[in-house]
């Protein structure tokens, strides 16, 4: 009896999916959040703050496109819904909201899309909220707290949504866009990122743009002939100081450096969204969330 108890605590103290570096520690502290944040009280209380549910959308443009390719190509790109506890319901509601407005033709999902457990309340909202945005095609890659989980359950809400969810794999997008390929990469922290597999077939593409939960997919696609890359993970430190200043950023070599933003390695830029949610408190200082709007049009000749 008192090992099958044990056994009881194990599995809860380990994550729930393939993702690495989940440590027993970690484990503790979001059991404990979980008993803490029954019945999601914190974003509900963060919500009640004026203006904590404003989003801006940030838009960019990229002369990117190949000189064939006569018709602009309009991305969506939203990151770090982080459904759960700590991320306040009227805040994804704006964010949503925005989504449906932006005329996009390619909605694009950086993953992070719950803080705790994939249960099956967390699983219908995200697959309502998704499947609502009248965008026609949708691509997404999965986070570190998906892979923590039984992210299983979050590529089925995903797909029943109508989203490609795209792990170390690329699709081609349909005319007139058919030169264009969307490379997913899996998440490089926790995750097993395979470039070779995620370029697989698009030698011949007149673009690749990158799409990855985190800012250091960027050392595993840049120099390989990938342009653009989209990605979330940081949360622009979400507590950080005037100026703004993080501080504290997730570990890895890029995502200590773009805490949000446009930036550059070698060849590659990459574009950092601050994403919608928050994980472990429910707050933002200084770093608002975001979605993004990338339009791209084609090279100059
Ligand atoms: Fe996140």
Same mark, same amino acid.
């Given at each position: 009896?008192?090992r099958s108890?044990?056994?009881r605590w194990?599995?809860?103290l380990?994550?729930?999916?393939?993702g690495?570096?989940?440590?027993?520690?970690?484990?503790m502290?979001?059991?404990a959040?979980?008993h803490a944040?029954?019945?999601?009280w914190p974003?509900?209380l963060w919500?009640?703050?004026?203006?904590?549910?404003?989003?801006?959308v940030?838009e960019h443009?990229?002369a990117?496109?190949?000189?064939?390719?006569?018709?602009?190509l309009?991305l969506?790109?939203?990151s770090?819904?982080h459904?759960?506890?700590?991320t306040?319901?009227s805040v994804?509601?704006?964010?949503?909201?925005?989504?449906g407005?932006?005329r996009?033709?390619v909605?694009l999902?950086?993953?992070d899309?719950?803080?705790?457990?994939?249960?099956?309340?967390r699983?219908?909202e995200?697959h309502?909220r998704?499947s609502?945005?009248?965008?026609?095609?949708?691509l997404?890659?999965?986070?570190?707290?998906?892979l923590w989980?039984?992210h299983?359950?979050i590529e089925?809400?995903?797909r029943r949504a109508?989203?490609d969810?795209?792990v170390?794999?690329?699709?081609?997008?349909p005319?007139?866009?058919?030169d264009?390929?969307?490379v997913?990469?899996?998440?490089?922290w926790t995750?097993t990122?395979d470039?070779?597999?995620?370029?697989?077939?698009?030698?011949d593409?007149g673009?690749?743009?990158?799409?990855?939960?985190?800012?250091?997919?960027?050392v595993?696609?840049?120099c390989?002939?990938?342009?653009l890359m989209?990605c979330?993970?940081t949360?622009?430190? $979400?507590i950080?100081?005037p100026?703004?200043r993080?501080v504290i950023?997730?570990?890895g070599p890029?995502? $200590?450096?773009?805490?949000w933003?446009?930036h550059?390695?070698g060849e590659? $830029?990459?574009?950092v969204?601050?994403g919608v949610?928050t994980?472990?408190?429910p707050?933002?200082?200084?770093?608002p969330p975001?979605?993004l709007?990338?339009?791209?049009?084609?090279?100059?000749?």
């Open positions: 009896m008192s108890i044990a056994a194990r599995d809860r380990r994550a729930g999916g393939r690495g570096r989940y440590s027993p520690a970690r484990g502290v979001e059991l959040l979980s944040y029954a019945r999601d974003g509900r919500q009640r703050v004026p203006g904590t549910s404003r989003v801006a940030v443009r990229f990117l496109l190949p000189a064939g390719v006569r018709r602009p309009r969506a790109f939203a770090d819904l459904l759960g506890p700590t306040s319901p994804l509601d704006v964010a949503f909201e925005q989504l407005t932006l996009a033709d909605l999902l950086g993953g899309y719950v803080f705790l457990e994939a249960n099956a309340a699983m219908a995200l309502a998704v609502a945005v009248p965008i026609p095609i949708k997404a890659v999965l986070g570190n707290h998906d989980t039984t299983g359950d089925d809400a995903l109508g989203v969810v795209l170390n794999r690329s699709v081609r997008l005319a007139p866009w058919a264009v390929a969307i997913g990469l899996d998440e490089p995750g990122p470039a070779d597999l995620a370029l697989a077939g698009t030698e593409a673009l690749r743009v990158g799409l990855c939960h985190s800012p250091d997919g960027a595993s696609l840049a390989r002939g990938v342009p989209l979330g993970h949360h622009g430190g $979400q950080a100081l100026g703004p993080p950023l997730p570990p890029y995502s $200590q450096r773009f805490a933003g446009l550059r390695v590659m $830029q990459v574009l969204s601050r949610g994980t472990e408190l707050i933002r200082m200084h770093a975001d979605i709007v990338v339009d791209l049009v084609p090279r100059p000749d």
